[in-house]
Every structure is written in structure tokens, then in C-alpha cells.
């Protein structure tokens, strides 16, 4: 708190802890995501909790600088009747009057102090948090989902890489054993220019689910990382909350 010498006047103030960055963990470093949320929901609760006492001392402050300054105001007839008959308990009751109606005015300055400098930051910071918190996790759910769609992906190609592979082994087996339709009367050299055709097909097919599924597992590897990162990141960022709450309360107290 700062204090303005002879003025009465009371400032608070809190950082604006909601901007600060939040410190980058070493690489490779894990970050207990469910620990963190935990713990960001508990200083969260603490913020609001702050907030709402704060709020409730303003409403205090503002009441009584409210009836005092009513009381001022109403006792100034009377005092001036007063005045006539008891010039000196006059003067003591107008100087109680006036030590009152300045009382109210500190008081209506503390309470605007409080609620400027702690009560709005503190409401502040927690929209803030949350605000973050809601958009980090939903681009953490989009890539959760997408990871689980190329899992899917990766399955149905590492599925049909098999059942080439198996297509292929059964070609090749039939081609070594010189198996052929029973009324296959066709020449050998047709018949054979037909199985290696046919051959080069289902290499060709081996192939490029090979390729696809190396890709799909490349792509489902890519989107892991990337949604461990988004959740590193958040685990990160609400770790952070409590240093960002405790700098902005120091922040209101230092002077």
C-alpha cells in the first residue's frame, strides 16, 4: 500500500501477473498436466475467494463512509441551533461532525483503492487464466482427436499392408508350384505373361501400402508430439498461476 503524505488518500495496486510469461521447461521435460489443472482450479478458487473478501470489505467501506457522511449532513441544522445556546459544545459537536465527514472520505477512498488496485486484477487475472486455460484446451481436444483419427488410419494401413503382403505371398507360391485352372487350355507362355502381370500388380500394391502405411505412422507420430506439446504447454502455463497470483498480491502491498 502507498500512502500519500497528508492527503488521506490510500493506493493499491496490482501487477498485471496474468501477462507474465510463463517459463519454458527444459526440454524433454514432463509435466504432470493432471497435477497442474489441480492445482491452477485450487488458485483459481484462492483468486476468487481473495476477490470476493475484497469485494465485501469495499461494500463495508462504502456503507460506512455512506452513513457517516449522511450523519454529517443531517446534524448541520441542528448544530447551527445549537450553536445560539452553547457556543462552545457547538463548536466541540461541529468538530466531530467535520472529523466524521472526513472519516467517510478516507473510507470512500480505501474502498476505491481496493476494488481499482486488488479486487479488479484479481477478477482480471482469473478471466484471464480461464479465458487461456479454454482456448489451450480446446486445441489440445482438436489434436487429441485428430491423433485418435490417425491411429484409426494407422490400423486400416498397417491391415491392408498385410493382406498384400499375404495376397502377394499366395501368388508367388502359386507361381513357384505352377498351379492353373483346371480348364485353363491356354499356351504356357500366355498363361505366364498373365501370373507375372499379375505379379507386378500385387508387388506394386505391396508397395504403396508400404509407403502409405510408413506415411500414416509418420503423420500419427507428428500429431502425438504435437498434442504433447499442447499439453506440456498447458501444464505449464497453469503451474504458473500461482506465481502469477502471488506477484500481483506482493505487487499490492509493496510501497
Known amino acids: 500500500a502507498r500512502r500519500g503524505v ?54 463495508a467501506l462504502s456503507s460506512a463512509a455512506s452513513v457517516l457522511q449522511h450523519a454529517s449532513e443531517a446534524q448541520g441544522p441542528e448544530l447551527q441551533e445549537f450553536a445560539d445556546e452553547e457556543p462552545m459544545l457547538a463548536d466541540a459537536a461541529r468538530g466531530m461532525v467535520e472529523a466524521c465527514s472526513g472519516v467517510a472520505g478516507t473510507l470512500i477512498n480505501l474502498a476505491v483503492a481496493l476494488s481499482g488496485g486488488v479486487e479488479q486484477p ?3 487475472l482469473e478471466r484471464a487464466v480461464a479465458a487461456d486455460r479454454l482456448r489451450r484446451l480446446g486445441e489440445l481436444d482438436e489434436l487429441r482427436h485428430r491423433a485418435q483419427a490417425c491411429t484409426i488410419a494407422v490400423t486400416e494401413s498397417l491391415r491392408q499392408k498385410d493382406r498384400a503382403a499375404a495376397a502377394l505371398k499366395a501368388a508367388l507360391a502359386k507361381r513357384d508350384v505352377g498351379v492353373s485352372g483346371f480348364f485353363d487350355f491356354r499356351p504356357q507362355a500366355e498363361r505366364e505373361r498373365e501370373a507375372d ?17 510408413d506415411e500414416r505412422q509418420e503423420q500419427a ?21 500461482d506465481v502469477a497470483l502471488r506477484r500481483g498480491v506482493h505487487a499490492s502491498h509493496r510501497g
Open 197 to 213: 502381370e499379375h505379379l507386378k500388380q500385387l508387388m506394386a500394391a505391396q508397395t504403396q501400402s508400404v509407403e502409405d502405411f
Open 6 to 59: 497528508g492527503s488521506g488518500l490510500v493506493r493499491f495496486e496490482m501487477a498485471p501477473a496474468a501477462t507474465v510469461a510463463a517459463p519454458a521447461a527444459p526440454r524433454g521435460a514432463k509435466v504432470d498436466f493432471a497435477s497442474a489443472e489441480r492445482h491452477a482450479s485450487a488458485k483459481l478458487q484462492t483468486c476468487r475467494r481473495l476477490a470476493a473478501a475484497t469485494s465485501a470489505v469495499v461494500d
Open 221 to 241: 507420430m507428428l500429431v502425438n508430439n504435437c498434442a504433447q506439446v499442447a499439453a506440456e504447454s498447458l501444464a505449464r502455463a497453469l503451474s504458473f498461476v
Open 122 to 124: 484479481l477478477r482480471r
